[in-house]
């Protein structure tokens, strides 16, 4: 017989109710925009506190905001400040050789994409690592006796408020929220952003851009752009290009919760500078990749357009992969492919020229001397066989180069 009152009636109600819509009583509609923010929380506590903060220090967050950040991560990550900054900040250190923690070019994309999370805890247990590169992590008592000593505690208590806001589905919910860091930022960013998009730089790692609109990952789909200018609080750098996080910085600092520490410096041209000059030499050291990027575009490249068209079939023998390495000295070649790309460039004495002034401008700029006279003059020589070479596009670089200057950075309040 049913108790007279009803109550264990209701009480089973009750529990169903819960069971199947949680303290929330969320439809579908409700569960995935809920969901949605979640995981976009996440995101941006990765990009905009572990990455642009932490990790290069381009940008400060109000101590309560900086927590709130540091807490989340915690919840839906389990993963620690001063490991994250560590391992981000030694990929940048020895990016596409042997000792990056998640290079396709050395790991193949697939280890990277899809047991990317593996790597990352693999790069963690190197305790020498995350004390030479975590260094100016939170230390404070709250990190070092919970976040860090109970980091799994974190997504178990992730799972008890999913579970709570929306009862049996909310289990659901917690697993899709932890895979998302791991797939998104592990996987895609870390796997296809060494491996596949467009690149504004030649920088020298494999880095790409694999959208120039960086809604969903937070902005870091501007892969190549932000190992351009690594400590850079903006990674949208061309006018067609967007960044999400950049945008919620620019808020949060209206609303006093943020400081813009540094932005990629931009670019101006003087004319008729004679000879490259003290602005010139620390606007190229800033703008490297800039500059080897302009020359491939503006100098090689027509060059290797007028061989296409003076050489025809010919060229069309030497795969495009290799023409293309011109752009990077060869660096990405296999020895083969090296040695073949040198042995072509050798037989057009015209382009060898442009390729030796390439190489020749790529070691100024990279050995980054003590001596700003020693490299001041080393420039300047450098202009001077450029424009006595005969070839005109060489020569109309070089120009361009000489006015070489930083234009005043904008978006950074320090």
């Given at each position: 017989?049913?108790?007279?009152?009803?109550?264990?009636?209701?009480?089973?109600?009750?529990?169903?109710?819960?069971l199947?819509?949680?303290?929330?009583g969320?439809?579908w509609?409700?569960?995935?925009?809920?969901?949605?923010?979640?995981?976009?929380?996440?995101?941006?506590?990765?990009?905009?506190?572990?990455?642009?903060?932490?990790?290069?220090?381009?940008v400060d967050?109000?101590p309560?905001?900086a927590?709130?950040?540091?807490?989340?991560?915690?919840?839906?990550?389990s993963?620690?400040t001063?490991?994250?900054?560590?391992i981000?900040?030694?990929?940048?250190?020895?990016c596409?050789?042997?000792?990056?923690?998640?290079?396709?070019?050395?790991?193949?994309?697939?280890?990277?994409?899809?047991?990317?999370?593996?790597?990352?805890?693999?790069?963690?247990?190197?305790?020498?690592d995350?004390?030479?590169?975590?260094?100016?992590?939170?230390?404070?008592?709250i990190?070092?006796?919970?976040?860090?000593?109970h980091?799994?505690?974190?997504?178990?208590?992730?799972?008890?408020?999913?579970?709570?806001?929306?009862?049996?589905?909310?289990?659901?919910?917690?697993?899709?929220?932890?895979?998302?860091?791991?797939?998104?930022?592990?996987?895609?960013?870390?796997?296809?952003?060494?491996?596949?998009g467009?690149?504004?730089?030649?920088?020298?790692?494999?880095?790409?851009?694999?959208t120039?609109?960086?809604?969903?990952?937070?902005?870091?789909?501007?892969?190549?752009?932000?190992?351009t200018?690594?400590?850079?609080?903006?990674f949208?750098?061309?006018?067609?290009?967007?960044?999400?996080?950049?945008v919620v910085?620019?808020?949060?600092?209206?609303?006093?919760?943020?400081?813009?520490?540094?932005?990629?410096?931009?670019?101006?041209?003087?004319?008729?500078?004679?000879?490259?000059?003290?602005?010139?030499?620390?606007?190229?050291?800033?703008?490297?990749?800039?500059?080897?990027?302009d020359?491939?575009?503006?100098?090689?490249?027509?060059?290797l357009?007028e061989?296409?068209?003076?050489?025809g079939?010919?060229?069309?023998?030497?795969?495009?992969?290799?023409?293309?390495?011109?752009?990077?000295?060869?660096?990405?070649?296999?020895?083969?492919?090296r040695?073949?790309?040198?042995?072509?460039?050798?037989?057009?004495?015209?382009?060898?020229v442009?390729v030796?002034?390439?190489?020749?401008?790529?070691?100024?700029?990279?050995?980054?001397?003590?001596d700003?006279?020693?490299?001041?003059?080393?420039?300047?020589?450098?202009?001077?066989?450029?424009?006595?070479?005969?070839?005109?596009?060489?020569?109309?670089?070089?120009?361009r180069?000489k006015?070489?200057?930083?234009?005043?950075?904008r978006?950074?309040?320090?």
């Amino acid at each position: 017989m049913g108790h007279p009152s009803g109550v264990p009636t209701r009480m089973s109600s009750a529990f169903y109710d819960w069971l199947t819509g949680g303290l929330t009583g969320f439809g579908w509609v409700g569960i995935l925009v809920t969901f949605l923010v979640f995981v976009q929380l996440t995101i941006f506590s990765v990009t905009l506190y572990l990455h642009r903060s932490q990790a290069h220090r381009a940008v400060d967050f109000h101590p309560a905001l900086a927590h709130f950040f540091r807490f989340w991560t915690w919840l839906t990550t389990s993963m620690i400040t001063k490991e994250w900054a560590a391992i981000h900040r030694k990929h940048h250190a020895k990016c596409e050789t042997e000792e990056d923690p998640h290079s396709p070019h050395v790991l193949g994309i697939k280890r990277v994409f899809w047991r990317g999370a593996e790597l990352y805890r693999d790069a963690r247990a190197s305790r020498e690592d995350m004390e030479k590169y975590g260094k100016g992590c939170p230390d404070d008592w709250i990190e070092r006796n919970l976040y860090a000593k109970h980091a799994n505690w974190g997504p178990t208590l992730m799972l008890l408020i999913d579970v709570a806001l929306f009862g049996v589905v909310g289990v659901a919910v917690w697993a899709v929220q932890m895979i998302w860091i791991p797939f998104w930022a592990a996987g895609v960013v870390n796997g296809l952003g060494h491996w596949w998009g467009y690149r504004n730089f030649e920088t020298a790692d494999k880095a790409t851009n694999l959208t120039p609109w960086g809604f969903w990952i937070g902005g870091e789909e501007l892969h190549n752009n932000h190992h351009t200018f690594p400590s850079s609080a903006k990674f949208a750098l061309r006018k067609w290009e967007f960044d999400i996080g950049w945008v919620v910085i620019q808020g949060l600092e209206k609303l006093g919760l943020a400081k813009v520490l540094r932005v990629a410096p931009s670019i101006d041209v003087r004319p008729n500078i004679a000879m490259p000059d003290a602005e010139t030499l620390r606007a190229l050291l800033s703008h490297r990749f800039q500059a080897m990027t302009d020359y491939y575009r503006t100098v090689l490249k027509p060059a290797l357009r007028e061989e296409a068209r003076d050489a025809g079939d010919s060229l069309k023998s030497v795969p495009r992969r290799i023409r293309r390495a011109l752009a990077s000295d060869g660096r990405w070649l296999d020895a083969a492919g090296r040695e073949r790309l040198q042995a072509w460039v050798q037989t057009r004495p015209r382009l060898a020229v442009l390729v030796e002034h390439r190489a020749r401008l790529a070691a100024l700029l990279e050995a980054r001397q003590h001596d700003a006279t020693a490299s001041l003059q080393a420039l300047q020589e450098w202009c001077r066989e450029a424009e006595a070479s005969g070839i005109r596009a060489l020569q109309e670089f070089s120009e361009r180069l000489k006015g070489y200057t930083l234009a005043p950075a904008r978006g950074a309040t320090a």
